[in-house]
């Protein structure tokens, strides 16, 4: 149960676009559609952004929006904004039904 | 509106155990898997143990399996979270997570509501 291998920050100017990947393994990312991504400001609990690789919850921005491509999973915000700053971590389903986090990313908005 | 409400943390010595909860309100707590994720200080989330709707069946991440144990009474709406046998890297802030899917099992993700989560410390 490797973690999810994901850049350890990134940052962007305001109204740009940034992307994120996350990369697993044919076990993992690569094995099914079931890639979620979630943002977590300090101090508080993780929100969810994205569920089964692209599908956003009620209430969350469509500026927010996830892909797939083999083992690589990646989360794209556009048109960023300050409130955007903070960690984001993907998750994905596992062939043996657990499963795992990456390390997480720090968004920086400059 | 849902609420995941932990409790039970705290310090604790290495070698002893620990009993998490999570009381939950504001949907039909029976018939959503439910998670435990934890996440150490300054550090990034951890996959903990996921049980289903039922209570029936449960996984766990290699790194706790044999020392904790999930389990819910859905009389009373509660997930618990046995820990024993804890060392200092299972310091951590554990969460309770509902899944977005009613009755699904295998849990295959998405956790859309996080209690605010309870710290347990273990140290000498």
């Known amino acids: 149960q490797s973690a999810l291998t994901q850049p350890a920050s990134v940052s962007g100017s305001p109204g740009q676009s940034i992307t994120i990947s996350c990369t697993g393994t044919?076990?993992?990312?690569?094995?099914?559609?079931?890639v979620s991504w979630y943002q977590q400001h300090p101090g508080k609990a993780p929100k969810l952004m994205i569920y089964?690789?692209?599908s956003r919850p009620s209430g969350v921005s469509n500026r927010f929006s996830g892909s797939k491509s083999g083992n690589t999973a990646s989360l794209t915000i556009s048109g960023l904004q300050a409130e955007d700053e903070a960690d984001y971590f993907c998750?994905?389903?596992?062939?043996?039904?657990?499963?795992?986090f990456g390390g997480g990313t720090k968004v920086t908005v400059l | 509106q849902v609420q995941l409400v932990e409790s039970g943390g705290g310090v604790v010595q290495p070698g002893r155990s620990l009993r998490l909860s999570c009381a939950a309100s504001?949907?039909?707590?029976?018939?959503?898997?439910m998670n435990w994720v934890r996440q150490a200080p300054g550090k990034g989330l951890e996959w903990v143990a996921v049980?289903?709707?039922?209570?029936?069946?449960?996984f766990y991440a290699d790194s706790v399996k044999g020392r904790f144990t999930i389990s819910r009474d859905n009389s009373r709406n509660t997930l618990s979270l046995q820990t024993n046998i804890l060392r200092a890297e299972d310091t951590a802030v554990y969460y309770c997570?509902?899944?977005?899917?009613?009755?699904?099992?295998?849990?295959?993700?998405?956790?859309?509501?996080w209690g605010q989560g309870t710290l347990v410390t273990v140290s000498s």
């Open positions: 504001g949907f039909s707590f029976s018939s959503y898997g």
């Open positions: 997570a509902k899944d977005r899917e009613m009755w699904q099992w295998p849990v295959r993700g998405g956790s859309d509501y």
């Open positions: 089964e690789v692209t």
């Open positions: 044919s076990s993992d990312v690569g094995a099914y559609k079931f």
């Open positions: 049980i289903s709707y039922d209570g029936s069946k449960a």
């Open positions: 998750s994905s389903y596992t062939t043996s039904s657990t499963h795992v």
